[in-house]
């Protein structure tokens, strides 16, 4: 396919991502060959087709999955099991779910203590934190963001794109300011065009989960 200049930038911050709980080997091998020839920055995809993504793959693109998807409310025994294995595959990115039961509970040490055990669980690869936006205060969301930093994960992401909303730019511009700068911030959810894309970017999304920018 043929991208202008700025698309293939845009392009390089994008997680090309098939998640539906339908998908088929056919569709992930589809998706791996579409996203090298795009250039994006990984495929994301579900914990059962890792070793056919990388297998496919080859490589040429990182394979990033998801952890407690998409509720969130699996145990971190559960969580780090899960991470463990799925990097023992190889996925060399890591996209988990806060348990969001804790966030409306109060309970913020548990939260914390999950977060420094998938760390320590995923300390040689990219880890990714969706907060899921869409359910939370806005006192909520400044509290992910505070114990995420804390955390050092690589990543605050908004949303898991299976919940009643995905990214906004208000959302990506709060989770930036309230971040430490060395968190980077993955809009995901709602994507649907490059234009789309742009105002995530200039919000401060550095990453971006997308299954509708690859042609």
Same mark, same amino acid.
């Given at each position: 396919?043929?991208?202008?200049? =700025? $698309?293939?930038?845009?392009? %390089?911050?994008?997680?090309?991502?098939?998640? &539906?709980?339908?998908?088929? &080997?056919?569709?992930? &091998?589809?998706?791996? $060959?579409?996203?090298?020839?795009?250039?994006?920055? *990984?495929?994301?995809?579900?914990? @059962?087709?890792?070793?056919?993504?990388? +297998?496919?793959?080859?490589?040429?693109?990182?394979? @990033?999955?998801?952890?407690?998807?998409?509720?969130?409310?699996?145990?971190?025994?559960?969580?780090?099991?899960?991470? *463990?294995?799925?990097?023992? !595959?190889? %996925?060399? /990115?890591?996209?988990?779910?806060?348990?969001?039961?804790?966030?409306?509970?109060?309970?913020?040490? &548990?939260?914390?203590? /999950? !977060?420094?055990?998938?760390?320590?669980?995923?300390?040689?690869?990219?880890?990714?934190?969706?907060?899921?936006? @869409? +359910?939370?205060?806005?006192? =909520?969301?400044?509290?992910?963001? /505070?114990?995420? *930093?804390? %955390? #050092?994960?690589?990543?605050?992401?908004? *949303?898991?794109?299976?919940?009643?909303?995905?990214?906004?730019?208000?959302?990506?511009?709060?989770?930036?300011?309230?971040?430490?700068?060395?968190? #980077?911030?993955?809009?995901?959810?709602?994507?649907?065009?490059?234009?789309?894309?742009?105002?995530?970017?200039?919000?401060?999304?550095?990453?971006?989960?997308?299954?509708?920018?690859?042609?």
């Amino acid at each position: 396919m043929n991208y202008s200049e =700025e $698309e293939k930038k845009i392009l %390089a911050k994008v997680d090309h991502t098939l998640l &539906r709980i339908t998908a088929t &080997r056919d569709e992930i &091998r589809a998706l791996c $060959e579409a996203a090298v020839e795009a250039g994006t920055a *990984s495929v994301c995809i579900p914990p @059962c087709y890792i070793t056919d993504a990388y +297998q496919f793959l080859k490589g040429a693109l990182p394979v @990033c999955t998801v952890i407690g998807f998409p509720n969130g409310y699996q145990t971190t025994a559960t969580k780090v099991f899960e991470a *463990s294995e799925a990097i023992r !595959l190889g %996925a060399k /990115e890591i996209d988990m779910v806060i348990n969001l039961c804790d966030v409306k509970t109060g309970n913020y040490d &548990r939260i914390y203590l /999950e !977060l420094l055990a998938m760390r320590e669980a995923c300390k040689d690869v990219i880890l990714k934190v969706i907060i899921e936006t @869409c +359910q939370l205060t806005r006192e =909520e969301k400044i509290k992910m963001c /505070e114990l995420v *930093s804390k %955390a #050092k994960a690589d990543f605050i992401k908004t *949303s898991t794109g299976f919940s009643t909303g995905g990214a906004t730019v208000e959302d990506v511009r709060l989770l930036r300011e309230y971040s430490a700068p060395e968190v #980077k911030v993955k809009a995901a959810g709602g994507i649907k065009d490059f234009e789309d894309a742009k105002a995530m970017i200039a919000a401060g999304a550095d990453r971006l989960g997308t299954s509708r920018l690859v042609k």
